[in-house]
Nanobody
């Protein structure tokens, strides 16, 4: 049974940091690109970052580039997203997802949602003073 379980969200003040984790089970993480998406209240789900499985290429949206860092530990079947210098506009539910078609993630973007068949349940990030 495929499962993705996120953790690490919470309430943080502007300028603070969080580290999100996503533990995968039921499949081999090594074979797939991985991504983080987020969805704020009343907004569409947007791709924040992704990392390919073969050469480790990464993508960051313009709004988070320089502040967020994606990484993966295949031995632990875990994907991470380090969030630094958080801003109120970063508040959202963050989801990890697996690019099962291997056609979404590239250095240019995360691609469309339909490339991602496996999703976590989400972890809430709240940025407020």
């Amino acid at each position: 049974q495929v499962q993705l379980v996120e953790s690490g969200g919470g309430l943080v003040q502007p300028g603070g940091s969080l580290r999100l984790s996503c533990v995968a089970s039921g499949f081999t993480l090594d074979f797939y690109p991985v991504a983080w998406f987020r969805q704020g209240p009343g907004k569409e789900r947007e791709g924040v970052s992704c990392m390919t499985h073969n050469d480790g290429s990464t993508y960051y949206s313009a709004s988070v580039k320089g502040r967020f860092t994606i990484s993966r530990d295949n031995a632990k079947s875990t994907v991470y997203l380090q969030l630094n210098d958080l801003k109120p506009e970063d508040a959202a539910v963050y989801y990890c997802a697996i690019d099962t078609r291997r056609m979404g993630c590239s250095g240019a973007g995360t691609g469309t949602l339909n490339n991602y068949a496996y999703w976590g349940q989400g972890t809430q990030v709240t940025v407020s003073s």
